[in-house]
């Protein structure tokens, strides 16, 4: 039985084993897709489930993301503190049964996680209702201050609708502002208090990412949160300007530099706020020299693909030095992330273009130029899809080639495209 038979089974039972209300199937980016609504006393989330391609014999698992439902009110914070927990709840399951049908057993995995701690939750938001009550009419000296908080999150990439969907509603549901950059890098900075600003990380961290992190982030005390505010609303663009003239314009421009990680240890701006370095990750990076490609569409599309898997940046452009268009063209190809070392490790053992004869074969004249943990990183103003993945952009001048290795590996990756 194929993967797409076990898989249509699969959904025929969980289908058939929910109301409609309870639960739902689509279609998302190619890929099944089960909705479940999930309620436990006060609390309300959306468990999505999405079944990749290759699931669930080929070894891939299911993709799980959890949603606060906008049902929660007053109890909205809570759900979104325990979003976390009921991801690795499910997250544990879909591992533990890798290579067998896990779609049920996940949904069962939270519902008893659910039932478990329901009568916990029910006690607990009716003592919180209780507290408010008594807040309302008891003066408190320490409301006079409340935080502002502001944090700028780096993704690889922001691209699904979908996702921008639910960023927006979310930005919403918690009163944020600031801005979410779509393409490749993603950024998203929101402001609003320190408390919801740490619940709109909490909540989307959860979700299917290739790569997340926040790397600035600040705090200031304030008399009244919105007359503090820097950002009127939260709005989506796709210029990475629009963002850094948007910060430069309110004096944010030391947040926006920690997107591509300058930090520096006397940024302190007027309002006596702090920008803080919040990870401490390290790139990686190899510039790489190809010979020629024989097959130059399927040799790019298929490093485009492993490069995507393992979420490692890739600039692929080709030029002819000193404007010689009688000799052949000089591929360079730069790689920044993580999983470098892998995507170098697959491109040496893969066959990856055709020989003379038009039978695939192993690359067995690509250089590697430089290799090691970037003296500069990236900046984020590179638009990694133009330099990478549009076909349009592939060719291109000497001069541009040696600003980009430039800006992405420094003096060591320019030398090495003069040399060239």
């Not at 669930?56 to 299911?62: A, E, W």
């Not at 930005?171 to 950024?187: E, N, V, Y």
Request: aromatic share 8%; proline share 3%.
């Amino acid at each position: 039985m194929t993967d797409r038979e076990r898989q249509e089974n699969e959904l025929e039972f969980v289908t058939a084993a929910y109301e409609p209300t309870e639960a739902w199937c689509s279609k998302e980016r190619g890929l099944f897709t089960i909705h479940r609504s999930l309620r436990a006393g006060p609390l309300a989330w959306l468990l999505r489930i999405s079944l990749p391609k290759q699931y669930p014999g080929g070894g891939q698992i299911l993709q799980i993301e959890v949603k606060v439902n906008e049902e929660n009110t007053r109890d909205r914070k809570v759900a979104f503190q325990l979003q976390p927990a009921l991801h690795k709840v499910c997250q544990q399951v879909a591992e533990s049964l890798r290579g067998e049908e896990a779609l049920y057993a996940v949904l069962n995995a939270a519902e008893e996680w659910m039932h478990e701690n329901e009568d916990k939750w029910i006690n607990e938001s009716a003592q919180r209702k209780l507290s408010e009550e008594d807040e309302h009419f008891t003066p408190d000296a320490r409301k006079s201050h409340v935080c502002l908080g502001r944090k700028l999150i780096y993704s690889h990439h922001i691209i699904s609708k979908r996702k921008r969907a639910d960023i927006l509603d979310l930005a919403r549901q918690l009163s944020l502002t600031g801005f979410m950059k779509i393409g490749w890098p993603g950024l998203i900075i929101v402001e609003g208090s320190e408390e919801d600003c740490q619940l709109f990380y909490d909540g989307i961290k959860g979700w299917s990412w290739q790569y997340l992190v926040v790397r600035g982030e600040m705090q200031e005390k304030c008399k009244e949160l919105e007359k503090s505010r820097l950002f009127p609303v939260f709005a989506e663009v796709d210029s990475m300007s629009v963002v850094t003239n948007r910060c430069r314009e309110v004096g944010l421009e030391a947040l926006f530099r920690t997107s591509m990680k300058v930090y520096g240890t006397d940024d302190k701006d007027e309002t006596d706020a702090f920008i803080s370095r919040s990870d401490t990750e390290e790139m990686y990076g190899a510039l790489v020299l190809v010979d020629h490609m024989n097959d130059g569409s399927t040799y790019r599309k298929w490093l485009r693909k492993v490069c995507h898997e393992n979420d490692v940046l890739i600039m692929l452009q080709q030029f002819f030095p000193n404007d010689d268009h009688l000799k052949r063209p000089k591929i360079v190809v730069g790689l920044v992330g993580g999983n470098v070392k892998n995507v170098l490790k697959q491109w040496r053992t893969r066959k990856v273009d055709v020989d003379s004869k038009g039978k695939p074969c192993l690359e067995r004249m690509m250089t590697v130029l430089v290799e090691g943990f970037l003296e500069h990183v990236p900046r984020a103003e590179i638009n990694w899809e133009e330099v990478g993945h549009d076909e349009r952009f592939l060719n291109t001048t000497t001069d541009n080639v040696k600003g980009l290795a430039s800006t992405i590996g420094g003096k060591e990756w320019r030398k090495a495209v003069e040399q060239l």
